[in-house]
């Protein structure tokens, strides 16, 4: 059982929610009529001895997960910072949101999954044709000869039949097509989520390849620089061989470096091509710099909105309700099936006299057919949808506490990156000062190679490793928005709040 905010949230109760917002899930379990209540009672009764230990009503258990009141590495309120619907916006790229909203429209896992749902929907149809009655049209024209005389004959009938569904069979097998159609939505969910989030670090991963790059030519054309100075002095003798080989050796492995960068920013440029459902050929990524992006302030908020938020749990609940719906639809195929069949129509040996009311037939018929032994297919079909329903709330339990999990270590790692990219700033600070340092001396000639080569391979590291941590929060970030499912709905009255302080912003920007 799921609790929250004082509201008490059974499985039940979350999956009808849950159907209800889906416009395609319609209605179901309407009231019947006394009349049939009373026919299913008597033939209940009549069979009780027979499908005794088959047809028992079941309780499904709950998820039983204790929902803890905030999350352990939240350091801020409940909806302090909630995310909006176009979250990528706030990381404040243009060619980046450009890039999302291009791969939402042309990504093809997303049309497979669109695709999918075209499935669903269909099954869903299939489903429920038995609910109604199936008519056959069937007309004949022969012609025959016997015994030297030849006749006619014409016919044209309309054929029914209908199973009266009393033990909610096939309304059972209804409502799980169904909550399958609903379970296609959210499968579609997540697939967009992963790939904006895809997309989003990938093109990060761009920006990172591009300032990693400037980092190294630059590093380069500083090491280049100090060999320089060296050459020059080798000429009045104060620099020997070996410092020139040394400095000639750093400035080669500054070289080595670029083509593994450039090799990155180009096979990342064309990963992003193939989420945009694009060829790498025709897709041009201008980039920039990670400085350019920035970080966003995420609060996830209480943790039982996760369930209502994050896809792959609705997704999980969802499949667990059509899991249980055809657990009874299959413990229903053990009680006995009525059918009505009914013909209708016109035969003649005259096609002129075919439809007049003396060539009129009909028929009329009911049956009802009970399973009594089947090699124990149907009781075997029982067991199998039981199992099935057990594993999906094993995995419902999963996707509730890999949620939980989620949202926790991306806080964590939010929370210790931020940190980490502050300490590795002053880092860069401290060697830059000691490089620049290093190099006046150098042109004094009161510093020995040692020392300067050491200098230089410290800043060049930690300023490549300045851009690691950075790309690596942003990555966390998207993680983040990921683990909580992405983009919310504001709450009416944070929604209001935020309108009334645009407004006063608006009326101050105006004077």
Known sequence: MVRKSGYRFSEKTMLNEEARAIDTVRTIGQTEAAGRNAIRGALALALSSLLSGCLTTETVPGPDIDVPPKYRAAAVKPHAALPAPDWWRGFRSRELTTLV??????????????????????????????????????????????????????????????????????????RSAEFTAVASRFDREVIVLSTVSTVINTYFQVLAAQDRLRIARSNVDAATRILKVYQDRIGVGTASGLDIAQQESLVAQQRAAIPPLDQQLRQNIATLAVLLGDAPARVTVRGGSLTGIVAQRVSPGLPSDLLLQRPDIREAEVQLAAAN??????????????????????????????????????????????????????????????????????????????????????????????????????????????????????????????????TQRTLFAEQDQLVIVRLTRLQAIVSLFQAVGGGWVLPDEIASDRGRRAALRAKKDAR
Do not use: C, H, M
Request: proline letters at 2%; glycine letters at 6%; hydrophobic letters at 45%.
């Open 101 to 174: 909203e291009r791969a939402q429209l042309a990504n093809l896992d997303i049309a497979a999954a669109v695709a999918r749902i075209e499935q669903a929907d269909a099954q869903t149809r299939i489903a429920g044709a038995p609910l109604l009655p199936a008519i056959n049209f069937d007309g004949v024209a022969q012609r025959a000869r016997a015994g030297g005389a030849e006749s006619n004959r014409f016919s044209a009938v309309l054929n029914a039949s209908y199973e009266i569904d009393f033990w909610g069979k096939n309304r059972a097998a209804l």
């Open 325 to 454: 719906a055809s657990v009874e639809s299959a413990r229903a195929a053990l009680f006995p099936s009525i059918s009505l069949t009914g013909s209708g129509g016109y035969v003649s040996t005259a096609l002129n006299t075919l439809f007049l009311p003396a060539s009129a037939v009909y028929s009329v018929a009911g049956s009802l057919s009970q399973p009594l032994f089947d090699g124990f297919r149907l009781l075997s079909q029982l067991d199998l949808q039981k199992g099935r329903r057990t594993e999906l709330l094993q995995l419902y339990r999963k996707a509730i506490l890999s949620g939980f999990g989620d949202v926790e270590r991306a806080l964590i790692a939010v929370q210790d990156l931020a940190e980490q990219e502050r300490l590795q700033t002053e880092a860069v600070a401290t060697a830059r000062r000691a490089y620049e340092l290093s190099e006046t001396q150098l042109r004094t000639g009161t510093i020995d190679i040692t020392t300067v080569l050491n």
